[in-house]
């Protein structure tokens, strides 16, 4: 969906680095999620804001921490990344209170070798 | 949120009805059923969601058996850009972290 982007597409990094995974969304929702999702495991859910003082961690929070910068902003850093966090990263948003239709991003790809 | 059976797999031919079958016989009677789908390697897209009735909107159908133990996702019209991972997801409306969760879904290949 064009109205949530998420930057950058594609990663590559080293065990130990510091890498911060951008989402950004013009439908005006308070809500925003961090996904990840690993072959054979479906989507996992990390974080999830209901708005920009409001985060909460997800079932595989540890190891990732999250920042909402604005409404339209919800960013995911791994302080020091680790090859088990290879994995498929999505960002969705939802205007309902209850998050039924999630809207997803494009993914981001990230290998840490 | 209870659990859903889904066939790994299924092919349909392009033009043809493709009817996915969704299993969840431990659903709550304050449990909805969602459809997602998801097209290689992009993000999840939802498609439609019901309680006991029956429902429709631009891109498929949704029917729910009158013991709400089991669906039936259809798409009229299969086309090739239906080719896609579908996804069967039982919540309840407003859980309590919002999250939905994906199990393996079907695979459904929508032949020329």
Known sequence: DADVTQTPRNRITKTGKRIMLECSQTKGHDRMYWYRQDPGLGLRLIYYSFD??????????????????AQAKFSLSLESAIPNQTALYFCATSED???NEQFFGPGTRLTVL | DAKTTQPPSMDC???????????????SG???????????SQGPQYIIHGLKNNETNEMASLIITEDRKSSTLILPHATLRDT???YCIVRVYGGATNKLIFGTGTLLAVQP
């Open chain 2, 30 to 40: 304050n449990e909805y059923v969602y459809w997602y789908r998801q097209i290689h």
């Open chain 2, 84 to 86: 896609a991972v579908y």
């Open chain 1, 97 to 99: 209170r209850d998050g």
């Open chain 2, 13 to 27: 031919a392009e033009g043809r009805a493709a009817n996915l079958p969704c299993n969840h016989s431990t659903i």
């Open chain 1, 52 to 69: 920009v003082k409001d985060i909460n961690k997800g079932e595989i929070s540890d190891g990732y921490s999250v920042s909402r910068q």
